[in-house]
């Protein structure tokens, strides 16, 4: 049974930085796209940032300067590590794994950035 668990979400203040984690098991295919997304109240989910299984990274225009992906291929995992964030970061945080023809993921995580 594959599950992907993100962790690492909270409250911070604008300026303020917090990383994410999601950690994947169940999954014995090779992972070529891993990627964040978030979704604010009322709003459509949208893609935060993506990281192939070469090592290239993209970024939404709002995230780009301030967020960092990275991935571990031994154990499953991704990280979006957020600097500098602002009230509009507020928003759930799903991961994203993708294998050939399949796509897994996780429950989210609350972000909330507030004084």
């Known amino acids: 049974q594959v599950q992907l668990v993100e962790s690492g979400g909270g409250l911070v203040q604008p300026g303020g930085s917090l990383r994410l984690s999601c950690k994947a098991s169940?999954?014995?295919?090779?992972?070529?796209?891993m990627r964040w997304y978030r979704q604010a109240p009322g709003k459509q989910r949208e893609l935060v940032a993506t990281?192939?299984?070469?090592?290239?990274?993209e970024y939404a225009d709002s995230a780009k300067g301030r967020f960092t992906i990275s991935r571990d291929d031994h154990n499953l995992t991704v990280d979006l590590r957020m600097d500098n964030m602002r009230p509009e970061d507020t928003a759930k945080y799903f991961c994203?794994?993708?294998?050939?023809?399949?796509?897994?993921w996780g429950q989210g995580t609350q972000v909330t950035v507030s004084s």
């Open positions: 169940g999954i014995s295919s090779t992972i070529f796209n």
């Open positions: 990281v192939t299984r070469g090592g290239v990274v």
């Open positions: 994203n794994m993708q294998t050939l023809g399949t796509e897994y």
